[in-house]
């Protein structure tokens, strides 16, 4: 029987290109957007390596202070902060926290190895603002001041592509001119939000207890902010006495806050924007797609009209002739999954996304096929269905 419905959907081929070519185009649309759908729900179920909640960013821009006047301002502000009660730590940060689309790299070598990197910053007390588990060795403290070669914190994929499956604990790793001592390893820290992946991520530490001339933090005026920590339950009304006070201080800093709660929100909307784009234009497309399978199979059910009734005359039962019709749906809808399949699998063999887990190309890859049989059964309902109740008689008497 499954081979004669193959035969018979094969001796259709011209008929049906066109449905042919539509439900090719319907998996691969599909397939692309069950990965990308996939792919964010897997991200936003890994843990996100630091803590956002009653954490507050206050952007910094200095201007064009003198580097004397920056540092004995940032100390007011320190002091400023630390007169809330509601404040439990405060950190410096150059990094980008839920910002999907700003980052800032590094290169390190090691071994003849050359591996670029995310770079993330913060002073010593970032891992106690932040809640960041350190799972070997230790964040930045006032030790790494006498140090010859500047401290680095590294995560685990890093740490698995720079020293492939050893330690990278105590290793030195080279920058451009400058020496880094690995001092501390953290499983994960996805600044960018919940819905955007895993990344080679390193920490350089932040050194306020240096000269002046030589504080980098204080030299170079971008992307400076003071995060702080406060207790639960601090609401909104904290924001506005902050802002006001730490302005007082620094009156010729420009300075803006914002709740980290607040600004994952914004980072999962961006992150949100291309998604939800990809699946209105699919699901405009599903759409048109099933209904021209159903006009397809509706009009050829009525052209065999006469053909139904005679088998129906002959012996077959409403079953059968419900079941044919269905099943050759569901052949039609396999031709076109198999070339679709041949095309979409594409994407994983050439490496187009090697961010992405293979698990999620296997599970999108069943997903499609459930999905375009799921839709192929539908529209083939109602057809066969009047097909099936067709009487011989009426049918062989219009004939």
């Not at 439900?23 to 936003?44: E, G, H, Q």
């Not at 410096?92 to 995310?118: C, H, Q, V, W």
């Not at 784009?277 to 509706?298: A, K, P």
Request: overall charge positive; charged content about 20%.
């Amino acid at each position: 029987m499954l081979k004669h419905l193959f035969k018979l959907i094969w001796n259709r081929k011209r008929q049906n290109l066109l449905m042919l070519l539509e439900i090719v185009i319907s998996f691969v649309v599909m397939f692309v957007v069950l990965v990308t759908v996939i792919f964010l729900i897997s991200n936003y179920l890994k843990p996100l390596g630091f803590n956002y909640r009653n954490v507050w960013a206050v952007n910094i821009d200095w201007q064009n202070a003198e580097k004397a006047d920056i540092a004995e301002t940032l100390k007011q502000l320190e002091d400023t902060v630390e007169s809330f009660p509601e404040a439990v730590a405060y950190s410096y940060s150059e990094s980008y926290l839920f910002t999907p689309a700003a980052m800032s790299g590094i290169d390190l070598k090691y071994n003849n190895r050359k591996i670029s990197s995310n770079l993330l910053s913060g002073d010593d007390h970032f891992a106690e603002v932040l809640d960041i588990p350190v799972i070997e060795g230790r964040w930045f403290n006032r030790e790494d001041n006498t140090s010859l070669k500047k401290p680095l914190i590294i995560n685990r994929n890093l740490e698995k592509e720079l020293f492939r499956g050893e330690s990278g604990l105590g290793k030195t790793v080279v920058s451009g001119d400058d020496e880094y001592t690995i001092v501390g390893i953290v499983r994960d820290i996805r600044n960018s939000g919940e819905l955007t992946r895993s990344k080679k991520i390193a920490v350089k530490r932040i050194n306020l207890d240096a000269p002046v001339d030589d504080n980098a933090f204080i030299t170079e005026n971008f992307g400076k902010r003071l995060l702080i920590k406060t207790r639960p339950g601090t609401d909104a009304r904290f924001e506005e006495r902050l802002l006001k006070q730490l302005s007082a201080v620094a009156k010729d800093f420009r300075l803006k806050t914002i709740r980290l709660e607040d600004a994952r929100i914004s980072a999962n909307k961006q992150s949100m924007i291309m998604p939800v784009i990809l699946l209105i234009i699919s699901g405009f497309l599903i759409i048109n797609v099933s209904l021209g399978f159903f006009g397809v199979i509706w009009y050829n059910t009525n052209k065999r009209r006469a053909e139904i009734g005679l088998r129906r005359a002959l012996g077959s039962s409403a079953k059968g002739i419900y079941s044919q019709i269905l099943s050759e749906a569901l052949v039609l809808a396999t031709f076109g999954i198999i070339i679709g399949a041949i095309l979409a699998i594409q994407i994983p063999l050439m490496n187009v996304l090697s961010f992405i887990e293979t698990n999620v190309y296997v599970l999108a890859f069943i997903l499609s096929i459930l999905f375009i049989y799921g839709i192929s059964s539908i529209c083939a309902l109602y057809p066969g269905k009047i097909a099936a109740n067709i009487e011989p008689a009426v049918a062989l008497h219009e004939e």
